[in-house]
């Protein structure tokens, strides 16, 4: 048996932002005991730490010292992710607008996403991992078993995205949700480092008009299939 089988299983399930991938990803692992990692949660409070520290977005350099000296970590409670900054629970304040787009041109610069590989290749523990991300499959997890590209058309994320501010008492257009998120899927799906795509061997589902549980079983039956008991 070589080394690669030795690790732990990995389920990488990539996306653009609204497919549903964060969702999935953490009923994914809460269904099957496995670690959960939000790389997206690490790129925002990248950007987050970068925008407080009033760093110049078009500073590479800078940001990439940022991304080097993060002090972040993750808790799980109550089957929530805690993203905790320098101690602080920044959850609520990676998920706003402004860290969102930062983030995108955070994570589009080489020597950002070279500091924060190893500390996402981290997470791979016992008994399995379920990475949810841009890159999983392509760059950070290349030999996971199972792979999935999660999407939905534009349309319909913004709609997602539009209901979930709603909830929060945010009122927001429809067509400015639409546009940003056509904004960031270009600059996700161009950028030089790591960019936005399918890996070759990824099974690529699309959850426009579907529902979670049927995504999810989907997916399930993908690891069944592909990972042994």
Do not use: W
Request: net charge negative; aromatic share 2%; glycine share 6%.
């Amino acid at each position: 048996m070589n080394e690669t089988n030795k690790l732990p299983p990995v389920v990488t399930i990539d996306g653009p932002s609204g497919s549903g991938k964060g969702t999935i990803a953490k009923l994914l692992a809460d269904r099957l005991g496995f670690v959960l990692l939000d790389s997206g949660a690490l790129y925002r409070a990248a950007a987050l730490a970068a925008l407080e520290k009033e760093v110049d977005l078009a500073d590479e350099d800078s940001l990439t010292e940022v991304a080097r000296d993060l002090d972040v970590r993750f808790l799980i409670s109550d089957g929530c992710l805690q993203v905790l900054l320098e101690g602080r629970e920044v959850s609520h304040e990676i998920r706003m607008e402004r860290v969102s787009m930062a983030a995108s041109t955070v994570a589009a610069i080489p020597g950002v996403r070279a500091a924060l590989l190893q500390r996402q290749r981290d997470f791979r523990l016992q008994p399995g991992l379920v990475a949810d991300g841009r890159d999983m499959g392509t760059t950070v997890f290349p030999d996971a078993p199972v792979k999935v590209y999660l999407t939905a058309s534009a349309e319909e994320r913004a709609r997602r995205r539009e209901a979930q501010l709603r909830e929060k008492g945010v009122s927001v257009s429809l067509r400015d949700l639409l546009e940003d998120i056509r904004a960031r899927d270009a600059q996700d799906m161009n950028r030089k480092a790591s960019p936005l795509a399918p890996a070759k061997d990824a099974v690529e589902l699309d959850s426009t008009g579907v529902t979670i549980e049927e995504v999810l079983n989907e997916v399930l039956a993908l690891v069944q299939k592909r990972i042994a008991p």
